[in-house]
């Protein structure tokens, strides 16, 4: 409880929003906060308002009348729904919110650019992970998109095979090796009509990442599969063999198979629900852990039946 409470305190703090005014402006944080609702949100209601940031009906309804004295806002009858009065800012109002939208981004950017970008980073991380924890009974507001990989992307991927398979099963260096070996082939052979990498992306930021690699004229290879903790539960790792599945058919391939092993349960189930059959399966000590490699195979010939 303390330690929450004295967050609190120092964020608002580095904020300033204790100030009567915001930003040096004649307006309050929640005024601030209402003009920027009325500004980037669309057919704005008095009750979307309330319900968006969780206000009051009678103190915003004080805040829309002075926006109303001071010209700042207009209320329009909406062409969908007559009975709903639409709240817009007028030419002064945008007027007055721009100098603050300007001046609200510059202090974080003041705030962000004394830290250096690992450390930036992990902020924006923390605050997202904050976030989610404290709306999670609301719902994700956002969707994974899967694209192409851009510069940085694939020393994303060896970093985070090699970090996270590290903190969940326990995995040495010689782990993290690997996948850079891999990666480092894939991006100087690479073949782009027969081989793929997609990039799964949450908020801005990579989540995820598979590739379909040639193994031959005839077979491709599925590898580098992984859907950091966070993205979980948005079905990515499904979408990411999809697509590879997808793409090795187009390619002319006739068998698509993988390597992994027994105890990467969730990947496991992924692969036999997207129509892959386990072929090898031998004890195989690596990564400083016991293993048991397997080998699974699925053959394009045919129909591929995807479980729900």
């Not at 962000?112 to 609301?138: F, W, Y």
């Not at 950091?228 to 790792?237: D, K, M, S, T, W």
Request: aromatic fraction near 8%.
């Amino acid at each position: 409880m303390q330690a929450v409470r004295r967050f609190s305190r120092f964020y608002t703090k580095q904020l300033g929003i204790l100030q009567e005014h915001l930003l040096g402006s004649d307006f309050s944080l929640t005024e601030v906060r209402v003009l920027y609702e009325l500004a980037h949100g669309k057919d704005c209601t008095a009750k979307k308002i309330c319900d968006d940031l969780g206000l009051d009906a009678g103190y915003l309804s004080r805040i829309l009348a002075r926006f109303a004295r001071l010209r700042l806002i207009r209320r329009e009858r909406s062409p969908q729904d007559a009975r709903q009065i639409v709240l817009q800012l007028t030419e002064k109002g945008h007027a007055a919110f721009a100098p603050l939208n300007r001046e609200s981004s510059a202090q974080v950017a003041a705030m962000l650019d004394r830290l250096p970008q690992t450390r930036q980073k992990k902020l924006v991380d923390a605050m997202r992970e904050v976030e989610s924890a404290l709306s999670a009974e609301k719902g994700p507001k956002s969707v994974p998109i899967l694209r192409a990989p851009r510069p940085g992307d694939i020393g994303w991927v060896i970093h985070r095979h090699g970090a996270l398979y590290a903190q969940e099963y326990g995995w040495d260096d010689r782990f993290e090796a690997l996948v850079a070996e891999i990666a480092a082939a894939f991006m100087k052979n690479f073949d782009s009509k027969r081989e793929r990498c997609w990039i799964a992306e949450l908020d801005g930021d990579p989540v995820g990442s598979v590739f379909l690699v040639k193994q031959t004229e005839k077979i491709a290879k599925l590898r580098m599969l992984l859907v950091e903790p966070h993205a979980r539960g948005f079905g990515l790792g499904r979408r990411l063999v999809e697509e590879c599945i997808q793409f090795a058919r187009q390619a002319g391939y006739s068998k698509v198979v993988l390597w992994t092993q027994s105890n990467l349960t969730a990947a496991r189930s992924i692969y036999q629900r997207a129509g892959f059959k386990l072929v090898k399966s031998e004890p195989q000590p690596a990564f400083g852990a016991d293993l048991v490699s397997e080998t699974w195979e699925l053959e394009l010939s045919g129909r591929t039946r995807t479980e729900n």
